[in-house]
């Protein structure tokens, strides 16, 4: 086996924080998000010098969408031990930005993996419809029609403007 | 939510300012959660893994006739047994559940030759330290009446990662050849009874020897993780998967023990029973030398 070329030590070093924020809003655990995260590099490592001349991190998304998917079709989707539990925000204090984390990634996490996919490639990584479209290998419409339904799905149960501009910031953020 | 509403094929559907309050609010839900630092030790090591199954799977599917007649040929010394039965090391036949083995319980020096090759695992009558000589003689404690195997690495090329394993369980273990055939591929080692019973537990232990990976986990003694059930657990019956490492001083230098628990239910005796194994990984002192499966 081949050691990893520096660009690729680069590519990890440089982009996988990022990388791995999208991972943990589409599994909602910080060990799963780190396991799909370096389940998507092993499989871009071997192809590295094919991918890096174009767009790697483009590749690198699609991959890591693709095997949350698969994960998600293999039917394991129950369950995962957390120290606490998200409130909603009526119950909980809301004023408090785990709480505001915990509540729009319960939300999230709720929404069926290929919605979930599409709100985090278009919301969170700003990808254009067409651009999320490419990595999930559907047509534009395939991506509206998915971001329509994950919206309505998502209507109130996500924190509302007011309580983001007076309680949801952090300091200084 | 509010604004615009409606036609499925605008991609807005409920407007841009609230499009903009999703950004704000993913973007403050996602945490910068802290890398750690054998990352990249740990995609070469899942590359490698990786690039054994795809030959391993190539290669099972090219011998998919040769093996079959060979299995049917021997079906009378590999079918599996009623739940409980166990072959005594070097044994060809299923033993009365309840009997105890020959030399099963029996203890062995590091240097003891492992068993003939047998195709399914042996049952410990008392449970205690069980050694896996394909895994640096890596000892560890086993509930009574659990089985285990240890399997040799198939790969000649020097690699990254070692590839022997060693597998104990709560049900009989057999090797590749007593495996159902799945996708064109069959697992190494798999479960005489086909699934997990309610409560029962499948461990696999590999030892790693990448350098970085050895240095950087030096003194490893974290918590089990839950991690996404590969799919070799979920074929048979397993709904969660625990994993948790452990560094060694192997006679070789230096090593880490990956466990990966494959669970039926993850219930709190379930996992204490795993917490167990993972604690007492050690390469020193006397146990039983798990039975070796002879490469395929």
Known sequence: MRDATPDFEEFVAARSPRLLRMAWLLTGDPHLAEDLLQTALAKVWPRWEQISIDRPEAYVRRVLVNSHVSWWRRRWHGELPHDRLPEPPTDADPFEDVVVGQVVAAAVRALPARQRAVVVLRFFEDLSVEETSEVLGCSPGTVKSQTHRALQALRGKMPTRELLLHGGHRDGA | ?296
């Open chain 2, 1 to 296: 939510m509010t604004g615009r509403e409606s036609d499925p094929d605008d991609g807005r559907p409920t407007g841009p300012e609230v499009e903009d309050e999703l950004r704000i609010l993913l973007h403050l839900a996602a945490p910068h959660l802290t890398a750690p630092d054998d990352r990249m030790a740990r995609v070469r090591e899942r590359a490698a893994r990786t690039r054994r199954r795809r030959r391993t799977a190539a290669l099972s599917t090219g011998l998919a006739v040769g093996l079959t007649a060979a299995v049917l040929a021997a079906a009378p010394a590999l079918a599996p047994g009623p739940p409980g039965t166990a072959l005594a090391p070097g044994s060809s036949g299923p033993v009365a559940p309840g009997s105890v083995p020959p030399g099963a319980s029996a203890s062995a020096s590091p240097g003891a030759a492992p068993s003939a090759s047998p195709s399914r695992s042996t049952g410990s009558d008392t449970g205690g330290p069980v050694r896996f000589p394909e895994l640096d003689g890596v000892i560890i404690d086993i509930p009574p009446d659990w089985y285990r195997l240890s399997v040799p690495g198939t790969d000649s090329r020097k690699d990254d990662t070692a590839y022997a394993r060693g597998y104990t369980a709560s049900q009989p273990l057999v090797g590749e050849l007593g495996c159902p055939t799945r996708n064109g591929t069959r697992e190494r080692v798999c479960l005489a009874d086909g699934a997990l019973d309610a409560g029962g537990m499948l461990v696999g232990l590999t030892l790693v020897r990448d350098p970085v990976v050895t240095g950087e986990q030096k003194g490893q003694t974290g918590p089990l993780f839950y991690a996404v059930p590969e799919k070799s657990c979920v074929v048979q019956g397993g709904t969660r998967t625990l994993r948790g490492y452990r560094t060694v001083q192997a006679p070789s230098g230096p090593a880490v023990v990956e466990l990966t628990a494959c669970l039926r239910v993850s219930d709190a005796v379930s996992v204490l029973a795993v917490e167990r194994i993972l604690d007492s990984i050690r390469v020193t002192g006397g146990a039983v030398d798990a039975p070796t499966i002879a490469p395929e």
